[in-house]
């Protein structure tokens, strides 16, 4: 049995806390801490666990084998390297830092104190992520010619540290990432600072793989509703995933000829048939800290590294620079 215990139970820290009670099978939570006492303490006291205000004493005292890190992301660097620098393997929520000097550093040390370092892009463990990267693996979508994300969100006040591209647009940027397995070799953004933040709250953004295939990102706090939607074109259809029911469509394209002339004004001409996949749902979140618990015990790396992590950070960067440079960046594959 591992010991865990989570650092940071604020909206997406008190999530770790309940999944690693649910999934308690190979894993037993051993403390959680915040730097905000009155957090901790509900949190510990809701779920029967050691709770602590200092996460040094909850480490000396608690002695966890892996730690999930969900502070705000100018602590990740700081408090990452303490874990890392005792030993203690850790899950960095996303995005890995807010830099890439600091997402270098964790890299590093992780790698000198042999502890494993897994990042928190956690739609790669979305069923139907997983079950469109299967598809398209298998050639469902003939050859891919452009990804299409769409994450549109209210403004989330708490977050103060990072702008919509660095909190919002790292899931869409890894997710890419996953699914074409190459690397991001141009790109061009435009963002806005429009309602709320003292960040840019809105982002449109442009770039191509090396194969040449296109990927559009479309990234806001500024929609009064929450969008989630995925959309990859290729020779012999398009996929569409809705990330947040976790459903997945396959639109193909016709191929035989209708019998029915007068459809084809109805339909659209080159409309084919449509597919509703079967997914089955689960919580990605459980997904995503089985497979890092899973990863610790058999000593294998977990499924988002701290590599990717800072690739996705860096293409992020690289987007907020364009933004506000007004200008295409052309990309060294590290
Ligand atoms: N994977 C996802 O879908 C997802 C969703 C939301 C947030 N996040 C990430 O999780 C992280 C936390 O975001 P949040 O929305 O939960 O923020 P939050 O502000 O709700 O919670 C952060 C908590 O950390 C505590 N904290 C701050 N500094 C600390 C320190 N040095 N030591 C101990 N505790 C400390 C705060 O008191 C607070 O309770 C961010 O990196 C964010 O990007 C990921």
């Given at each position: 049995m591992l010991k865990a215990a989570v650092i940071g139970v604020g909206s997406m820290g008190r999530n770790h806390v309940r999944v690693y009670r649910e999934i308690g099978d190979s894993v037993e939570l051993v403390g959680i801490a915040d730097k905000n006492p009155q957090a901790a303490a509900k949190i510990g006291t809701t779920f029967g666990v050691p709770y602590y205000e200092d996460y040094l004493q909850m480490l000396e005292e608690c002695r966890p084998d892996l730690v999930s890190l969900a502070v705000p992301t100018n602590f990740h660097c700081e408090v990452g390297a303490a874990l890392i620098e005792r030993g203690v393997h850790v899950l960095i929520e996303?995005?890995?830092?807010?830099t890439l000097d600091e997402g270098r550093r964790l890299i590093e040390l992780a790698d000198r104190h042999k502890v494993l370092l897994a990042v928190g892009h956690i739609e790669r463990f979305n069923p139907a992520v997983r079950e469109l990267h299967r598809r398209l693996r298998e050639g469902m979508a003939g050859r891919i010619y452009r990804l299409h994300a769409q994450r549109l969100s209210p403004y989330?006040?708490?977050?103060?540290?990072?702008g919509v591209v660095l909190d919002l647009a790292t899931h869409d940027i890894d997710l890419f990432r996953y699914l074409m397995n190459e690397e991001i070799v141009r790109l061009y953004g435009e963002t806005q600072q429009s309602i709320?933040?003292?960040?840019?709250?809105m982002f449109n953004g442009l770039l191509r793989f090396q194969s040449g295939v296109v990927g559009v990102l479309d990234v806001n706090w500024i929609t009064p509703t929450k969008v989630r939607r995925l959309t990859v074109t290729g020779t012999r259809g398009m996929f569409v995933c809705d990330l947040l029911s976790q459903e997945l469509w396959f639109y193909e394209n016709e191929t035989a000829p209708s019998q029915w002339d007068a459809l084809s004004v109805l339909r659209g001409v080159t409309e084919g048939n449509t597919l509703g996949i079967r997914i089955e749902r689960y919580e990605p979140l459980a997904a995503q800290l089985r497979d890092f618990v899973e990863a610790v015990r058999d000593q294998r790396p977990p499924t988002v590294t701290g590599r990717d992590g800072l690739e996705t950070l860096r293409v992020a960067l690289d987007f907020v620079c364009s933004g506000s440079e007004v200008r295409i960046i052309n990309r060294e594959i590290e």
């Open positions: 996303k995005p890995l830092a807010l989330p006040a708490r977050i103060r540290d990072a709320n933040s003292d960040r840019e709250d």
